[in-house]
């Protein structure tokens, strides 16, 4: 979807490097078809929607669910971005055979809805920080589900609270193309990391899809610097979604924070 340019610099009816979306659960409508409603009238591109583990709601394994997505998607013109494993924090992928298998569940259904990158979460109970053990046996299910995951053309993005170093020591052992991170510069930041330098370490090769976001107020007011964080981007070359999480002022709500959130997004990464 093509936007209307903002600022003087702007190139108008140019297909754009980045689009924006926003997570289906930072809309408040976890694995529910109205998070397309919520973007369209905020304005975005897409929505990142949650594959459904141990949250209630629209399941994508079912054929009559993926329809709701796709027709309510064709109607509004809003796209689904990618999908979400956030069950994963709860059900870690390290030490659970069933997260295992709805990651190959999930797989199989990408395809089906013409997504290429679902993101696997590693938080709360799922933290691989300091477990050496666990990251071995994630490396060893990645190992399992990266074969099927090359053949059906899809990617699995660690979004962690590891470093580069961590990520790309995955990755290594891993050895498959088909695992790349979800990379979140604002979780960096919080764990001590500086995200620029870790951005860098990492190389957008393998950075599938960035999520964008700040604690307790709009993009542009908050910690991040994020015509910074475009400067890496376009030094990678770096093409694809971001992705809006947080990034709520009380005093606006979250519709009005999210029109701003775009309106920044679009005037800094797409003139």
């Known amino acids: 979807m093509i936007r209307p340019a903002f600022g003087a610099n702007c190139l108008p009816d140019v297909t754009p490097r980045f689009k924006i979306g926003a997570c289906d659960w930072s809309l408040g409508a976890t694995c529910q078809v109205k998070a397309l409603d919520i973007a369209k009238e905020i304005g975005l591109d897409g929505v990142q929607v949650s594959f459904r583990t141990v949250e209630s709601g629209e399941d994508l394994r079912e054929e009559d669910a993926r329809g709701r997505y796709r027709a309510k998607s064709a109607e509004l013109g809003v796209d689904i971005c990618s999908l979400a494993m956030g069950g994963l924090n709860r059900v870690p992928l390290a ?49 399992r589900l990266a074969p099927q995951a090359e053949k059906a053309g899809v990617i699995l993005g660690i979004e962690s609270t590891l470093d580069a170093a961590g990520h790309l020591r995955i990755l290594r052992a891993v050895d498959s193309p088909a695992v790349k991170v979800y990379y ?7 764990q001590g990391y500086d995200p620029y330098e870790d951005m860098r370490q990492l190389g957008g090769d393998v950075i599938c899809e960035i999520h964008c976001k700040e604690s307790g107020t709009i993009l542009g007011k908050g910690r991040l610097d994020f015509p910074r964080i475009k400067a890496i981007l376009d030094d990678f070359g770096w093409k694809g979604w971001l992705v809006l999480e947080g990034a709520v002022d009380p005093a606006l709500g979250l519709v009005e924070s999210y029109k701003r ?10 003139c």
């Not at 809805?113 to 060893?140: C, H, S, T, Y």
Request: glycine share 4%.
């Open 261 to 270: 959130n775009a309106e920044y997004l679009r005037k800094v990464f797409l």
């Open 95 to 143: 030490i659970h055979d069933q997260a295992e298998q709805w990651v190959r569940e999930c797989i199989e259904v990408m395809p089906l809805l013409g997504q290429k990158v679902v993101l696997l979460a590693f938080f709360g109970q799922g933290d691989l920080r300091n477990k050496p053990d666990w990251q071995q046996m994630v490396i060893e299910r990645l190992r």
């Open 184 to 190: 979140d510069m604002l979780n960096m930041l919080h």
